[in-house]
């Protein structure tokens, strides 16, 4: 009888396991088009056509809206619902901008939504690691059964559980605390994330047996070990399932809508909404802007990881 | 099936000819040595590592999954104790009028999601997976949509479709094409809502195709074309078959996703025009946050998690046996 159950993923992704690189080199891959015909002079005009097609295209699908949002939120008010809509405003004003950060209250929005996706991320690293560690390395009684649990909670979407879910943070079983309106009721149920913890678990199993044995015959105890050899070489890991966790919650809108009644304490998701009848319409593009800028910067700092992570995690060799 | 609660010892491969490592090189806990509590001892610190994110999955997952079961049974409102009604909640949700609509809805966002979502990032991928140029600058940006927040596409998508100062009608009108009533046409809201949802997530399925795409050989195109196959062909007796597996994988993955979509109705169409934009999403949470009605609410989310746990069945048993 094998120990462990077997495994949904093979291995785990690449990416996971080397850093990603750069896009590989143009190297003269076939593809559905043969080179030779590339060369040819209809074959490169015919290129360059689809090219410059295919720009136009994703510039006016993917940026142009954003360019749209950005400009919106700086005409005046009038401008910003003339038709037809002028496609560069005539007077610059950053006052849909400033009125948002105002009239919306974005820094307590914003600070909502720092301190509930860094507690879910700290959170979830610490609880998540641990509990794949002793998963992976030390062999817990039942432990299969638990991960074979764990693996099951995969199956269940996460969006069919919200009201028990809720119910549960409304009144804590045994203890009868109620979470409503507190960050916990974010970074608590965000623990329980089956990809993170199974994402971390198949990376400690690749670490050799050898390494952690050398290290307890030198006396270190399980956190050290933990501590000083596993997690040093996790580091691709952990940055992958950092990033899973933040966008997590920065993105999430039922949860928190559920969770939060009480508008003080809103992230600025659910505060968009909330707030998205009673302001003017450039105020709230502003807003949108504003909101939109944590994650995309993010995304532009790490998107070499984040493509490769996507692009290596979903193929299966 | 040994359910035995005692790990064999690892075994360390030393090379031949070492010494062995002293007996008591292992550090034992204090007292004499004694097998069975070194045992407990591994097995308490093995737990005290697990506490945390066991307590959490049992809290917020399992215990969730089978109260979800037990409160479609009862009549339940937070703050009174539940009484049980058998299957009343299930004979009301079923009366409902919106009940059948939802689910309507639900499966036809589901399946236009499919056609559209599945049509356009493969298409996308086909034609960037040929060109030579600007591979990173075309991969940012089919995935910027995805790191904006929903909320936000959303009501991007709102203020675009907006009968008055919306630019998609003033497209339209400069292509001279008909205008349409958009989100506020019976007929045409849910269609509205897949576009907004396909736009703000196909990034990521059309960078898992382009991964897919750069792994075919290409010896298979080449052969293909010294038996005179046109682009047509290639693609369809190459490219397809190749990537086969990966598409049925995502298709699994969008049906499930699509049949929990929530924001883009909640937030641009509140669920209208008459009922034409209803999920049962939207309905679980109307039951529970409108009606008060949790216990209305546990029997759609039993019936939601039954026809979607089929799925997700089918998804894992599938990536599980490749």
């Known amino acids: 009888m094998t120990q462990t159950a077997p495994p949904p993923v093979q291995r785990p992704p690449a990416a996971l396991v080397q850093r990603p690189v750069d896009a590989p080199a143009e190297r003269s891959v076939r593809t559905l088009v043969s080179p030779l015909a590339l060369a040819r002079w209809r074959g490169k005009a015919t290129y360059w056509a689809v090219f410059t097609l295919v720009t136009v295209l994703f510039a006016f699908a993917f940026l142009f809206p954003v360019y749209w949002m950005v400009t919106g939120a700086m005409k005046p008010p009038e401008e910003a619902v003339r038709t037809p809509p002028t496609l560069v405003p005539e007077q610059w004003r950053v006052t849909g901008y400033t009125e948002a950060w105002d009239l919306m209250r974005l820094p307590t929005h914003l600070w909502n939504t720092v301190v509930q996706a860094t507690g879910a991320w700290v959170l ?15 062999k817990p009684a039942f432990g299969t059964v638990i991960l074979g649990g764990i693996l099951a909670t995969l199956m269940v979407p996460v969006q069919a559980l919200v009201v028990p879910k809720y119910l549960t943070i409304a009144d804590l079983p045994l203890i009868h605390v109620n979470l409503l309106n507190d960050p916990l009721a974010i970074w608590l149920p965000a623990v329980a994330n089956a990809f993170n913890l199974y994402l971390l678990k198949r990376f400690f199993d690749q670490i050799p047996r050898d390494v952690l044995e050398a290290a307890e015959i030198d006396g270190a105890g399980r956190l050290r070990t933990l501590w000083s050899i596993v997690l040093p070489l996790s580091r691709p ?81 | ?230 682009l047509w062909q290639r693609v369809r007796h190459v490219t397809v078959p190749q990537t086969r597996f990966i598409i049925l ?36 949470y109307k039951y529970a946050f409108l009606y008060n009605d949790f216990g209305g609410a546990s029997a759609l989310s039993v019936l939601l998690l039954l026809v979607l746990s089929a799925f997700s069945a089918l998804y894992l048993r599938l990536t599980r046996t490749d």
């Open chain 2, 249 to 284: 994988m995502l298709m699994l993955l969008q049906i499930i996703a699509t049949m929990q979509v929530f924001t883009e109705p909640f937030v641009i169409t509140g669920g209208g025009p008459e009922n034409s934009t209803v999920t049962v999403l939207y309905l679980i």
């Open chain 1, 237 to 317: 890991v952990l940055g992958v399932v950092s990033i899973f966790a933040l966008v997590a919650v920065w993105q999430d809108f039922l949860w928190p809508l559920m969770v939060f009644s009480d508008t003080d304490k809103q992230p600025i998701s659910v505060a968009l909404v909330q707030l998205s009848q009673n302001v003017p319409l450039t105020v709230l593009i502003g807003a949108m802007v504003i909101a939109s800028i944590p994650m995309v910067l993010m995304f532009l700092a790490f998107q070499r990881h984040i493509i490769a992570g996507i692009s290596a995690g979903s193929t299966k060799g």
């Open chain 2, 1 to 230: 099936m040994k359910t035995t609660s005692q790990p064999a010892p690892p075994a360390v491969t030393r090379p031949a000819g070492a010494t062995p490592p002293p007996r008591d090189a292992r550090p034992a806990g204090r007292g004499p040595h004694r097998p069975w509590r070194r045992r407990i001892a591994d097995q308490a610190t093995a737990y005290a590592f697990l506490a945390g994110g066991l307590l959490c999955f049992i809290l917020f997952s399992w215990y969730p999954a089978v109260r979800s079961v037990i409160i479609a049974f009862q009549k339940y409102t937070p703050g009174s104790d539940p009484q049980w009604v058998g299957t009343a909640n299930f004979t009301r949700v079923f009366q409902d009028p919106e009940f059948a609509a939802a689910w309507r809805n639900t499966l036809t966002f589901t399946v236009l999601a499919l056609v559209i979502g599945f049509a356009i990032p493969f298409v996308m991928a086909l034609v960037l997976n040929e060109l030579r140029h600007a591979k990173a600058f075309f991969r940012v940006v089919v995935y910027l949509p995805v790191m904006i927040p929903p909320v936000v596409s959303a009501l991007l998508w709102k203020w675009f479709y907006d009968p008055g100062a919306g630019l998609a009608n003033e497209v339209l009108r400069f292509l001279h094409l008909p205008t349409s009533n958009w989100t506020n046409g019976a007929d045409t809201a849910l269609l509205s809502l897949v576009i907004v949802a396909t736009w703000a997530n196909m990034g990521g399925t059309v960078l898992i195709y382009l991964a897919a795409l750069q792994g075919i050989p290409g010896e298979l195109y080449e052969a293909a074309e010294l038996d005179g196959a046109s």
């Open chain 1, 124 to 138: 979830q690293i610490v609880f998540c690691t641990a509990a794949a560690y002793a998963l992976s390395k030390l």
